[in-house]
């Protein structure tokens, strides 16, 4: 999961075996641009939200879907998702 992120993503070449992979991101971004692009097979399933609710596509696309932002308690309570902390009782003991 990232938040309010310029972009997404930036690779470089890669040895044949260690490629990179993006999938299964939830990514907030400040503006419409993903960052690098990879083939399909190695980028897929990505929640993108922007200002605009679009993205910039380039190479194949961006790998995902896109939506306009999500208010700040979404964003937390994905991050609690992520982590598992969801359904959590947390009370902070002084």
């Known amino acids: 999961m990232d938040a309010y992120i ?3 993503l ?3 070449e890669t040895l044949e075996g260690h490629e990179d992979y993006f999938y299964g991101n939830y990514v907030v971004l400040q503006w419409e641009t993903v960052g ?3 083939p399909q097979k190695q980028m897929h399933d990505n929640h993108y939200f922007t200002p605009t609710g679009k993205v ?3 190479c194949e696309g961006f790998g995902g879907n896109v939506s306009k932002l999500p208010r700040d308690e979404e964003i937390l309570n994905q ?3 992520k982590l598992g902390m969801l359904q959590m009782d ?3 003991v002084v």
Do not use: N, Q
């Open 6 to 8: 310029g972009h997404a």
């Open 10 to 12: 930036t690779v470089v």
């Open 36 to 38: 690098s692009c990879l």
């Open 56 to 58: 910039k596509e380039g």
């Open 79 to 81: 991050a609690k998702k």
């Open 90 to 92: 947390i009370a902070l």
